[in-house]
């Protein structure tokens, strides 16, 4: 039987492949139209390659990172790659995880995207769908939430971050060479990030 | 002799950059292209651009020249799984004129820094005046 990482990551996986075509013309509007096809093709690989059975919530996203920094090839490849990688690291060793460890994951995966992006909040990025869900699963598990519905505030607040990007110009990435053109245009970064905190919370939430 | 790897998401353009590179740097053996996917697709690739470095080492180091976005990241993410003894710098300056100014260098007896130099001196040159 295949561990709950393992399905929670298929779920992600499969979620990010259905979006292809939808995430690929968010890209073609403000950027090199690649990112649901990169996205795609890394997660494809992913679902190929980790283990089934490997229980260690750790491996299993390290595993992951390395996969979609070799195989995404544009800027979500690294990204991406940092973001797995970088939760892998908080969660080393466990095979279980408690609604708190979702504040450390967000942390890590924030300031993990960050170095490698040189990104601040407002500049069209995913982090303006990432640190406003982190935010806001933080502050619905101090308050007693359980983890799916902090999962629950943390995707209404990506969703949120999605349409504030619709609202600002891009300075990071390819879409930086459309400057204000950019504005009306949701982020495709912003966009699959949201898609992936969706798939977590219907994961968790079952 | 430094070593010098470009990173571009096309393998083309880094196999091109190389390829002008060694017309003004044929006696540099070590400046090599690290620029796709292993699927021949567009794209950068943090593990092949790690093997590139590893062989362009000759134990002087390596200076990377690399274009946008993923370009600069996936060569970051390859620096931080070397080997620490590896020195590698990433230089910041256009790719084309940036390498023609390393791989010179490179082969007139510069270390690392002075490579790297060479390829950052590219940054605000006019090509018209």
Do not use: W
């Not at chain 1, 992600?12 to 492949?17: C, K, V």
């Amino acid at each position: 039987m295949a561990t709950k990482i393992y399905e929670c990551i298929e779920l992600i996986g499969n979620r990010i492949i259905e979006q292809k075509d939808f995430l690929t013309d968010l890209d073609r509007e403000i950027g090199d139209a690649d990112h649901g096809v990169n996205m795609a093709r890394g997660f494809t690989e992913v679902l190929a390659q980790i283990p089934q059975d490997n229980e260690n919530i750790g491996e299993v996203l390290k595993k992951t990172g390395m996969i979609l920094l070799s195989k995404v090839g544009g800027a979500s490849g690294p990204l991406y790659g940092t973001a797995y990688m970088q939760a892998g690291k908080v969660c080393a060793g466990k095979t279980t995880l408690a609604p708190e460890d979702g504040n450390a994951i967000f942390e890590a995966v924030v300031a993990g995207i960050q170095k490698r992006g040189k990104a601040v909040k407002g500049e069209k990025t995913m982090l303006d769908a990432i640190i406003p869900a982190g935010d806001a699963y933080k502050a619905a598990i101090e308050s007693g939430a359980s983890a799916g519905d902090a999962l629950d505030a943390a995707c209404k607040a990506a969703e949120e971050g999605v349409e504030y990007t619709k609202t600002i110009a891009a300075t990071k990435g390819r879409a930086s060479y459309l400057g204000e053109r950019s504005i009306g245009h949701q982020d495709p970064g912003a966009t699959s990030a949201t898609v992936t905190l969706e798939a977590i919370r219907d994961f968790v939430k079952g | 002799m430094v070593g010098i790897v470009i990173v571009s998401h096309s393998a083309k353009v880094a196999e091109g950059v190389v390829e002008l590179c060694l017309q003004m740097a044929a006696e540099n053996t070590h400046i090599l292209a690290a620029g796709g996917m292993e699927d021949g697709g567009i794209g950068t690739d943090a593990f092949r651009i790690q093997s590139a470095i590893e062989e362009a080492d000759t134990g002087d180091g390596v200076a990377v020249l690399a274009d946008m976005g993923s370009g600069i990241m996936s060569a970051e993410v390859a620096i931080e799984m070397l080997d620490d003894d590896i020195k590698v710098r990433i230089a910041d300056a256009p790719i084309l004129e940036g390498a023609m100014g390393a791989a010179v260098a490179s082969v007139t007896g510069a270390d690392l820094d002075g490579v790297i130099e060479a390829a950052e001196e590219a940054n605000g040159v006019s090509k018209l005046s």
